[in-house]
């Protein structure tokens, strides 16, 4: 099973900050990457359907990099509504598996 | 719009049963492999099982984690739009928010698309 490390679990910042949240795969998976994120008691609502590409109607302050193991969410500008647990999915291979989720606070 | 509808939902005893029910709308619902996937009160997500996309003469394909497999059913009935898990001798650590969501391969393609969610309680 490839693994997913999340990083950081949570983390706290101003608007206007730069925050990034890192997930590393066990093993490559090329692009098959997404991020996205989830307002508690919301669905989970996809950001960057592969690891560097941005979904349609999604702030361009979101931005995502990498290919094979380690990859980048990047949110510039941070804003009040941007407050909420995000997490990575890698899709190459069964099991799909999760990064554990970054909860980001702003201050 | 794509709208993805979870159903089925409830308290159940350990070692019962519960058939969860998806409605998918506002897409071509055999174009899309199917998923269903879990989180448990304050907990991360956990992928629970997928189905291949059919459109009636391709092989359809079952993925299952581990913690599932041998006690869960995935199946679609593409004819009402809808994806089933038929959930067999429940554990409490079945206990979850279940959300399906639909992607247009079983791999290499990334979910796109997430249900609100239907909560199974396994308890005495």
């Known amino acids: 099973d490839i693994q997913m490390t999340q990083s950081p679990s949570s983390l706290s910042a101003s608007v206007g900050d730069r925050v990034t949240i890192t997930c590393r795969a066990s093993q490559g998976i090329r692009s098959d990457l997404g991020w996205y994120q989830q307002i508690p008691g919301k669905a989970p609502k996809r950001l960057i359907p592969?690891?560097?590409s941005l979904q349609g109607g999604v702030p361009s302050r979101f931005s995502g990099r990498g290919s094979g193991t380690e990859f980048t969410l990047t949110i510039t500008n941070l804003q009040p509504e941007d407050s909420a647990s995000y997490f990575c999915l890698q899709h190459s291979s069964f099991p799909l598996t999760f990064g554990g989720g970054t909860k980001v606070e702003i201050k | 719009e794509v709208q993805l509808a979870e159903s089925g939902g409830g308290l159940v005893q350990p070692g019962g049963s519960l058939r969860l029910s998806c409605a998918a709308s506002g897409f071509n619902f055999d174009d899309y492999a199917m998923h269903w996937v879990r989180q448990a009160s304050g907990e991360g997500l956990e992928w629970v099982s997928t189905i291949s996309w059919n459109d009636g003469w391709k092989t359809i394909n079952r993925h299952y984690a581990d913690s599932v497999k041998g006690r869960f059913t995935i199946s679609r009935d593409n004819a009402k739009n809808s994806l089933y898990l038929q959930m067999n001798s429940l554990r409490p650590e079945d206990t979850a928010l279940y959300y399906c969501a639909r992607s247009l391969g079983e791999l290499s393609f990334p979910i796109d698309s997430w249900g609100q969610g239907t909560l199974v309680t396994v308890s005495s």
């Open positions: 592969a690891a560097s």
